[in-house]
């Protein structure tokens, strides 16, 4: 097989999904983007002599033939990401019915002008990738940007169950949110997050370490106030339970309660429908001392007593606060506390400290298992 001929199944293919772009065009893009990488790769995996002939102009050669035969859309750039896509999504092939075709020739064989009439030796092919990329492509090519599989795979699952927008998945892997929920898990739970994505089933499953809030733009040093830092937040309200995770809804700020004549006030309240239970936030602009624990627990009684139904599950209080001693949230807390001194930040965390973080508590997990 010569490259006219590979140009000419580039031709086809291109074509043929173009028909079905009506139909979903996310989806035939990623398809057709799918296809053009295994077409590369087949044809550089066809021996010793064609490697010779194309060599590493064959990216280059293929781009201009494509450009001037069907327009833009491929650039040197793309039909590299294109490979690179096939390469990362390669399992995928093995996902296919045993009869596809497995060779680039094979495949040229099957492929007729519209793959909704493929022979019997190429069924279903189109329509079960279709089934696998859940994702338009501009998210594949975020998602192309995160090298460990596993991680990749909770970005994956967490941007098609929240129909987070490209720009949000930038957002979460920038600011390393599989590290931070693999940090609050046990190594043997972190595995869980690549399969299934993040599970809301308990208090603990919707805290990180640390919470992020770099879309407010506040200065990490100047001195605002709590108002200020919970004004913020509630201008960028939609970023925030971004943050926040699954299943949060907004109720109210400075929600105020009232005993004998003396006022509180709660900072954030919101309420969480996969847990069915009510979130207080409460914000600490600096350090964390042991009265505002005192006081958020006073403040989650108030809505386990006069405020939440009987069929909903106990409140949960996080107290966000810029520096914390875990000494003296262990000492004042109670053990199984419905309560959490979580820090905040104001930039983007560093990936490779979260990482050392969770290899250290990987080795703390693995020596308190018993020996045999």
């Avoid at 939440?308 to 966000?320: F, Q």
Wanted: charged share 30%.
């Amino acid at each position: 097989m010569n490259i006219e001929k590979l140009i000419g199944l580039f031709e086809q293919t291109h074509s043929a999904l173009q028909q079905r772009a009506a139909r979903s065009v996310d989806t035939a893009l990623v398809v057709r983007n799918w296809l053009f990488g295994w077409y590369i790769v087949e044809f550089e995996n066809g021996g010793a002599e064609r490697a010779e002939l194309y060599g590493k102009e064959l990216i280059k050669k293929l781009s201009e033939k494509l450009t001037e035969n069907l327009g833009k859309g491929f650039s040197k750039r793309s039909l590299e990401q294109f490979r690179q896509f096939y390469l990362t999504y390669k399992e995928i092939t093995q996902a296919l019915p045993a009869q596809s075709p497995n060779t680039l020739q094979k495949i040229t064989q099957a492929l007729p002008a519209e793959l909704d009439k493929l022979p019997e030796t190429m069924p279903n092919v189109v329509e079960q990738l279709a089934s696998r990329f859940v994702l338009g492509w501009t998210h594949y090519v975020t998602l192309l940007t995160v090298r460990n599989d596993y991680e990749r795979r909770f970005y994956e699952i967490e941007a098609a169950q929240n129909n987070w927008g490209y720009r949000d998945l930038e957002r979460q892997i920038n600011s390393s949110l599989y590290e931070r929920i693999a940090l609050s898990k046990n190594k043997e739970r972190v595995k869980e997050l690549s399969e299934k994505g993040q599970i809301i089933e308990k208090p603990q499953d919707v805290i990180k370490n640390p919470f992020v809030l770099e879309f407010l733009n506040l200065p990490e040093h100047p001195h605002y106030s709590e108002h200020q830092l919970e004004t913020a937040i509630i201008d960028k309200l939609e970023q925030f339970l971004l943050e926040l995770g699954k299943g949060f809804l907004f109720e109210a700020r400075q929600k105020r309660f009232t005993f004998d004549n003396d006022h509180f006030y709660v900072d954030l309240v919101f309420y969480n429908r996969l847990l069915k239970s009510y979130v207080i936030i409460d914000l600490k602009r600096d350090k964390l001392v042991h009265q505002d624990l005192g006081q958020m627990q006073m403040y989650v009684n108030y809505f386990d007593r006069f405020v939440k139904l009987d069929d909903e599950n106990p409140t949960i209080g996080i107290v966000l606060c810029h520096r914390k001693n875990d000494a003296v949230v262990e000492l004042t807390l109670p053990q199984n506390s419905n309560i959490y001194a979580q820090q905040y930040q104001l930039y983007l965390p560093s990936k490779e400290e979260l990482k050392k973080q969770i290899e250290e508590a990987e080795r703390e997990f693995e020596k308190q298992l018993p020996t045999t």
